[in-house]
């Protein structure tokens, strides 16, 4: 027999039994959608942390904080040291997320500074320095709560309108992300850039201090905190504000810091330079390493609901199973005549699985080419309402790559159930089929 | 020179089924030799081994005990594509029950055996035409198989035994599913091809009057033979 005619007489015995073609299809179908659809959300997710990466990470910069103990869950609370230093501020974001339930970070004292700074390969340490003012105004729109984003030092700004702050000049400079713009009483971005706002905070004694500063630009949103930022100088009055009148007894101490090296060093140096950090206590994060951990969790959630579409899938094989099994029941004294005809038990065994295979494609090819139509409008949608705020996240992206490696996966699953019912055919003995009733 | 038309040949063939106290022997020692172009009918009543050896003639399964010779050769040196190729080409089947595909075309129905050998789409549909032509069913080649009275339904098989210019057509109770008018004209259909164009009949019956117009006649009772006679 041709391969065009065991291709062709496969397909056509698939759609003998539409109804039970149908169902079984279904249950690939609903398979392959979710897959399709997760690995869009995968490839939409790592796509934009790609983009963000390269776009603001600043390349040759680590955070630095001080190595969690991470033996508080098996080993108990570790012995109180009295003489450790804690990190000053409120809220502050680490390099390990925000400070957990187990309280405050151990911060990085002075002379931590000095050992970080004293391996080779780092070329420089500023301690990263957290301030908690307590509101901004615009003009006489109201005060506003402001947050202050700490990981400007390590990232460029994706700018809506405006400029990058400059850290070298005396001004005092911020940038506003643009969630915060029809508050503070703005039309648009272009027309905050230039502005002058106040920052009210209060010092160690609680009394109430407000500083002017000017509004240099407008950033988006990025997934490394949604704050305002602000450059050194501001920073840095900000913080002599919030620690005068603080009692000299006090030990002063980082919850993080950033370390510069070399920004052409490669990956693997880098990967030696953390290693050593990290021997020594200190874990050092690159910027990528951060937005890598938001990764880590999209992964997360997509290696789940591929696992669900898997079962999905397991369970579709056994319907293509018990689909050909009724087929293979059905057409016994088809299958005899065949044999009798001369037709080889390759030739069936090749007509059975194809039809499997078939079933397969039928299931993923809908399934793909649904998620695509429901996908596409539905991603557009989202990324100018619910993610306008992340621009350049398109949260489902089909590659072409992707769909076809799983339309392969699902046709493979689908021969691989096809493998029972077809040798069952191939093994049928001509005269038994023939006298079956 | 008697070998040269010699096309099968059984030796003493036996064959039994199943094991055990429930072993039974359905042929025990049958000879039989069969010469191109000759009509022959197999005779006997249900459970004769009639049918078994139809079965083990037609290449379809393997005797346990004799020799079975196919042009002067013994079966089992075959391979089994050999053995396939040999049905598929030489071989033409006719059945009581048809064994049409319900829901494909007569046409499709008669050139599954074209289909099976490989044989092109364009050269599949002349010649499965012509076959239908020949039995008169040109016009019923795009009619579903299930639409078709009896009569239709074994001429179209027929048509499809016929379709690879088979040298032996192997019948198992031709008429037995079909009035005796219509099984009449499926007889003169098959014995004109036998004389016409030399096609060598196996006519598996218990109907004595088509056994009778064969050149010879088998008489099978509990899986031996019992005589042989030449009718007419």
Do not use: W
């Amino acid at each position: 027999m041709r391969i065009q005619d065991v291709v062709a007489s496969a397909v056509r015995n698939s759609f003998r039994n539409k109804l039970r073609t149908t169902l079984t299809v279904i249950a690939i179908f609903i398979g392959a959608f979710t897959l399709t659809i997760t690995s869009a959300i995968g490839t939409g997710v790592s796509d934009y942390i790609d983009t963000q990466v390269t776009a603001i990470g600043t390349p040759g910069i680590f955070t630095i904080s001080k190595a969690t103990t991470p033996g508080i869950v098996s080993t108990g609370p570790a012995t109180y040291d009295p003489n450790a230093a804690v990190s000053s501020g409120g809220s502050v974001i680490g390099p390990n997320g925000p400070t957990g339930l187990n309280g405050s970070l151990p911060a990085l004292s002075k002379e931590d500074l000095a050992t970080i700074g004293a391996v080779p390969g780092i070329t420089a340490v500023n301690p990263l320095i957290a301030v908690t003012a307590d509101y901004i105004q615009y003009a006489n729109n109201g005060t506003y709560k402001l947050r202050v984003n700490t990981n400007a030092a390590i990232s460029k700004a994706s700018l809506a309108a405006g400029a990058q702050l400059d850290n070298s000049t005396a001004d005092y400079q911020l940038l506003i992300p643009n969630t915060y713009l029809e508050n503070l009483g703005y039309t648009d971005a272009v027309s905050a850039a230039g502005s002058v706002v106040t920052i009210g905070i209060k010092d160690y004694q609680r009394v109430a201090h407000t500083v002017t500063a000017t509004v240099v630009g407008v950033q988006n949103d990025t997934l490394l905190g949604s704050g305002a930022e602000l450059n050194t100088a501001l920073l840095n009055e900000l913080d002599s504000i919030q620690n005068s009148g603080k009692p000299a007894t006090t030990a002063e101490g980082y919850s993080a810091a950033t370390a510069n090296f070399d920004p052409a060093l490669s990956a693997t140096d880098v990967q030696v330079l953390q290693k050593t950090l990290a021997d020594s206590g200190y874990s050092a994060k690159t910027v990528a390493d951060q937005i890598g951990t938001f990764q880590a969790v999209i992964d997360g959630i997509v290696g789940v609901l591929n696992a669900f579409a898997g079962i999905a899938l397991l369970a579709a094989g056994f319907g293509i199973i018990n689909t050909l099994l009724m087929s293979v029941q059905e057409r016994t004294r088809e299958i005899g005549l065949m044999k009798a005809m001369g037709m080889g038990s390759g030739a069936i065994y090749a007509l059975f699985s194809l039809e499997a295979v078939f079933i397969g494609f039928l299931g993923s090819a809908i399934g793909a080419l649904v998620a695509i139509g429901i996908g596409t409008p539905l991603s557009s949608f989202l990324s100018t309402t619910v993610l306008s705020g992340l621009p350049g996240l398109n949260i489902l992206q089909f590659a072409p790559a992707s769909i076809a490696t799983i339309m392969g996966i699902v046709m493979f699953i689908a021969f691989v159930a096809g493998t029972l019912p077809a040798s069952k055919a191939a093994r049928q003995n001509p005269i038994e089929a023939l006298r079956y009733e | 020179m008697a070998h040269v038309n010699l096309i099968l040949e059984a030796q003493d063939i036996a064959k039994s089924y199943g094991q055990g106290s429930s072993k039974f022997d359905a042929l025990s020692g049958v000879s039989l030799a069969v010469t191109a172009g000759e009509s022959i009918a197999i005779i006997g009543k249900s459970g004769s081994g009639k049918s078994t050896l139809m079965h083990l003639l037609a290449l379809l399964d393997e005797p346990d005990g004799g020799h079975l010779l196919v042009h002067g050769k013994d079966a089992v040196t075959f391979k089994k594509n050999e053995l396939n190729r040999f049905r598929n080409e030489d071989f033409g089947f006719v059945f009581q029950q048809f064994f049409l595909i319900p829901n494909a075309t007569v046409l499709d129905n008669v050139m599954l055996p074209l289909t099976i050998a490989g044989v092109g789409a364009r050269e599949r549909r002349e010649r499965g035409m012509a076959a239908l032509e020949q039995l008169e069913l040109a016009d019923k080649a795009k009619s579903k198989a299930i639409n078709l009275s009896g009569g239709q339904k074994q001429r179209v098989v027929i048509a499809r035994a016929l379709v690879n210019n088979p040298k032996v057509i192997f019948a198992d109770e031709p008429t037995g599913n079909l009035d005796s008018a219509t099984g009449l004209v499926v007889e003169d259909i098959l014995f004109k091809l036998n004389r016409e164009k030399g096609i060598t009949l196996i006519i598996v019956t218990h109907d004595a009057d088509l056994a009778a117009r064969c050149d010879r006649q088998i008489f099978m009772r509990d899986g031996r033979e019992e005589t042989t006679g030449t009718a007419k």
